[in-house]
């Protein structure tokens, strides 16, 4: 078995949905990527953009008020803090590096970007990831404690002298820490003028798998579209060649067939037109042959006639019987010619008609003769084709059967592939290296010159034409058991 269709239409299908499958999944590769890349570099770029903001609002803030003015930066997924050292060790360089170089020293400055460093580094939700904002987020709750000193003390004493001993200043953890467990933390230092460092983290988004149900759902449904379009379009385009195919197969059964409609694309009516032109110069060629072959009989039965009437005058018997032999074998071939020739261009009718009792009415002919003949079969087989030639081809059959084999054993069975008929006899058979030629016009297996058991040679042929005219086939076959059987196929279509 093969995965590959067998016909046109299958195949150009087939095709089609390969390059759906691979246009899409190319596309979707690409897509990604630059989606991913997209938003990456919107995140830098944001981050970029709110660092360069931090310092512009601190070159316009006391010293004394700086540590709020950065902690009041900080929110969701970003935080700032001011310190003596960097959170930076060295810059790492890179794609991140050069965008932040370019988005800073863009609004700052092309000078202020030296005084960047950048570094990336994977978070996945451990203790460690999580004190990093919480390192930053206590530096400013510190720095807000101090700057709230007196307010603080008042509190202490309300509260009984303990003023802020015995307190943690612990941040709440930012829920945006836990709702990205898997994002990419950016570390940025950024030296300020007066020797201290801004030091900022933030998370880039994590960017969701395009691979979800919606888009298989969704390709699903354009590729149930695609393959319906696709199968109309193909079968209506290989249709032409259908229908050639049908009208060559009946060609070879009926010379008389109409004419195929000379309609459609260009390329289909040319091609069209040419079959039908075809069709007419068979039919008029074996038309003028089965005409040569009548003027040629009507021609030689006249000078036969005459033979006949002058060997009637001839004084010695023998001779006159030998003329009067050889007359009459000259008056068979040339009948036997004539009927082959017209039976090629026969125009008779198809009908419905019972298989199984013209084969059987056949057998009860040549039994009423005194021949050794014995229908074994089912006893009714519908069919379509011409009576007058079946019957022919069935009772050539029988005949040589009988001829050759002294008796005949017809059956006929109903398969799957249509109806099968077999003739057996209990002759001698044929040399395997004969069973072939026999078929051909005028060929005799019989090699004696007597016409009484070797006939004209055109019975077999006759039997062929009329079995191949129906679509069918008839082979022979030398029985283990001795003698030849001839069987005949023909198609139910």
């Not at 609002?57 to 700086?66: E, G």
């Not at 709230?148 to 004493?157: A, E, F, L, R, T």
């Not at 354009?222 to 379009?229: D, I, Q, S």
């Not at 129906?470 to 198609?491: D, K, S």
């Amino acid at each position: 078995m093969t995965i590959i269709p067998r016909t046109l239409a299958g195949r150009t299908i087939a095709v089609l949905l390969a390059g759906l499958v691979v246009s899409n999944l190319v596309g979707l590769v690409i897509f990604t990527g630059e989606r991913d890349t997209a938003l990456s570099r919107a995140a830098y770029q944001s981050a970029g953009e709110r660092i360069a903001a931090v310092v512009q609002s601190l070159k316009r803030t006391p010293s004394a008020a700086r540590m709020g003015a950065v902690c009041s930066q900080s929110g969701p997924r970003f935080a700032v803090s001011l310190a003596s050292q960097p959170a930076v060790a060295s810059d790492e360089g890179g794609n991140r590096s050069r965008l932040m170089r370019s988005v800073i020293g863009g609004i700052l400055g092309n000078s202020a970007s030296e005084h960047l460093r950048v570094a990336g580094e994977g978070f996945d939700g451990d203790t460690s990831s999580r004190q990093i904002f919480t390192d930053v987020m206590q530096q400013c709750m510190g720095s807000m404690m101090q700057n709230m000193g007196p307010m603080m003390q008042n509190m202490g004493g309300m509260m009984g002298g303990q003023g802020m001993r015995g307190m943690t200043m612990m941040a709440p953890m930012d829920p945006a820490i836990t709702a990205w467990p898997q994002s990419e933390i950016l570390r940025i230092s950024y030296r300020i003028n007066d020797g201290l460092w801004l030091n900022a983290i933030t998370f880039a988004p994590q960017v969701g798998s395009i691979w979800r149900s919606r888009y298989f759902v969704a390709f699903f449904v354009m590729a149930v579209v695609v393959t319906a379009l696709s199968v109309w379009a193909v079968r209506r385009s290989t249709a032409p060649l259908a229908l050639f195919a049908w009208a060559t197969d009946r060609l070879g059964q009926d010379m008389n067939a109409p004419d195929l409609p000379e309609d459609g694309p260009r390329e289909v009516h040319l091609a069209a037109r040419s079959f039908n032109e075809m069709k007419r110069r068979l039919r008029s060629l074996i038309n003028d042959r089965t005409q040569m072959l009548a003027a040629i009989s009507h021609d030689l039965r006249t000078p036969i006639t005459r033979l006949r009437l002058r060997a009637e005058f001839v004084d010695d018997d023998e001779q006159r019987a030998k003329m009067l032999s050889d007359l009459e074998q000259m008056e068979a071939m040339i009948a036997a010619t004539l009927s082959f020739a017209r039976e090629d261009s026969s125009d008779e009718p198809r009908k419905t008609l019972d298989l199984a009792a013209l084969v059987q009415s056949v057998c009860d002919d040549a039994t009423d003769t005194g021949c050794n003949v014995v229908y074994d079969g089912v006893t009714r087989a519908s069919y379509n084709g011409k009576p007058m030639a079946l019957k022919r081809a069935f009772t050539n059959l029988v005949d040589n059967a009988v001829k050759y084999g002294e008796s005949a054993r017809v059956v006929l069975e109903e398969a799957r592939e249509g109806i099968v008929v077999t003739v057996d006899d209990n002759g001698p058979g044929v040399p395997d290296s004969e069973i072939e030629r026999i078929f051909k016009p005028f060929y005799r297996a019989e090699t004696s010159r007597n016409r009484e058991t070797g006939g004209t040679g055109l019975g077999l042929a006759v039997v062929r034409s009329i079995i191949r005219g129906h679509g069918g086939e008839v082979t022979l076959a030398n029985r283990a058991e001795g003698g030849l059987r001839a069987t005949v196929t023909l198609p139910r279509a």
